[in-house]
T-cell receptor, first 113, second 113 residues
Framework: NAGVTQTPKFQVLKTGQSMTLQCAQD?????MSWYRQDPGMGLRLIHY???????DQGEVPNGYNVSRSTTEDFPLRLLSAAPSQTSVYFC????????????FGNGTRLTVT | KQEVTQIPAALSVPEGENLVLNCSFT??????LQWFRQDPGKGLTSLLL?????REQTSGRLNASLDKSSGRSTLYIAASQPGDSATYLC????????????FGKGTHLIIQP
């Protein structure tokens, strides 16, 4: 059971470039989300989805797009990378019921120069 | 807005000691509270989840308690081992779904051999 898989593990971008961070889960979880983790800021929610075809914004959505065409996949797109988007990005998933534990991927470390 | 505070921010203790990590939150209207462990360069691993109706949960050497009325949770680690060295985060779910999670900034724990 692979759980939550994120690719790539590391990425360096130049300002203005675009890219997609991939996230896939094999646990048939309805809920998927993207967080960024920055020193001194903790984990902040970027976007989330409660099922295929449904997405919504979290606390810090600006500069990011998401889509959910299947239950398994939830890619995060950076439209025009900025140095402020240098961070570690985590994808997470869970069942939708209240009280279901959240499962995290191992993260993507992104540097924007 | 829910705020979650973890004290201390860092802790170093000799192997074998019992220790307590603290988590406090400002809004007692929560659905559940979850404790996570994060190893360097890795994602978060769920350790214990306490529903709002529960007072504590136990898993092996770990015991988490919840006092909703006072806005506090503690994670008790018995007979600490060097392998317990990690950052421990608590997350409070105020919204029901996983998008309602608010994370603390974590306690960085070092167990000295």
């Amino acid at each position: 059971n692979a759980g939550v898989t994120q690719t790539p593990k590391f990425q360096v971008l130049k300002t203005g470039q675009s890219m997609t961070l991939q996230c896939a889960q094999d646990m048939n979880h309805e809920y998927m989300s993207w967080y960024r983790q920055d020193p001194g800021m903790g984990l902040r929610l970027i976007h989330y989805s409660v099922g295929a075809g449904i997405t919504d914004q979290g606390e810090v959505p600006n500069g990011y797009n998401v889509s959910r065409s299947t239950t398994e996949d939830f890619p995060l797109r950076l439209l025009s990378a900025a140095p402020s988007q240098t961070s570690v990005y985590f994808c997470a998933s869970s069942y939708w019921e209240k009280g279901s534990p959240l499962h995290f991927g191992n993260g993507t470390r992104l540097t924007v120069t | 807005k829910q705020e979650v505070t973890q004290i201390p921010a860092a802790l170093s203790v000799p192997e074998g000691e019992n220790l307590v990590l603290n988590c406090s939150f400002t809004d007692s209207a929560i659905y559940n509270l979850q404790w996570f462990r994060q190893d360097p360069g890795k994602g978060l691993t769920s350790l214990l989840l306490i529903q709002s109706s529960q007072r504590e949960q136990t898993s092996g050497r770990l015991n988490a308690s919840l006092d909703k009325s006072s806005g506090r949770s503690t994670l008790y680690i018995a007979a600490s081992q060097p392998g317990d060295s990690a950052t421990y985060l608590c997350a409070v779910n105020s919204g029901g779904g996983a998008d309602g999670l608010t994370f603390g900034k974590g306690t960085h724990l070092i167990i000295q051999p």
